[in-house]
């Protein structure tokens, strides 16, 4: 799948289109997509395919995957998607150690769903801030109208 993530002057766009041709775009605000980028990052890093880029792929919409209702009908990645983009966020901004990551993590997945996230390499944990960081970069640098262009395949992930 092609994600396009569009740089516009008062709004953000994200486009997605699928390997059969159907696309998705939505509106993200004005400010730079940071959540989105991690999501990019977590579902990839953590080899998470049944997240919010992958519930994308197999036709979802981004409204459908905003109704609560619709989430709890989804398999608990998506969950722990949502969790990690924010918790990688959060390490970014420095809200958080490297050290606390984990923890921070496993108590709000605590409250969503069942799932937990037992470790997080270290290794693992770095790339992902790197690439964060990279991708955050290359977006700032971005003029109005300007694309950032990323791939991603869910059934490569795992």
Not at 1 to 27: F, P, W, Y
Not at 53 to 76: C, M, P, Q, T, Y
Not at 88 to 99: I, K, N, R
Request: proline share 3%.
């Amino acid at each position: 799948m092609k994600i396009t993530l569009l740089k516009k002057e008062n709004r953000n766009q994200l486009t997605c289109v699928r390997l059969d041709g159907s696309h998705v775009t939505a509106n993200l605000g004005p400010t730079l997509p940071h959540h989105d980028l991690a999501h990019y990052v977590v579902e990839k890093q953590f080899q998470l395919k049944n997240g919010f880029f992958g519930n994308i792929e197999r036709g979802h919409s981004v409204a459908e995957l905003s109704d609560r209702e619709i989430i709890k009908s989804l398999d608990h990645e998506v969950w722990t998607a949502e969790v990690l983009a924010r918790g990688l966020q959060s390490l970014f901004t420095g809200a958080c150690t490297p050290e606390q990551f984990a923890p921070l993590i496993n108590a709000e997945l605590a409250h969503w769903s069942n799932a937990r996230v037992d470790h997080i390499s270290t290794i693992t944990l770095q790339a992902a801030l790197q690439e964060f960081r990279a991708l955050v970069d290359r977006y700032r640098t971005l003029a109005y109208g300007e694309a950032l262009e990323l791939h991603f395949n869910a059934t490569q992930v795992a």
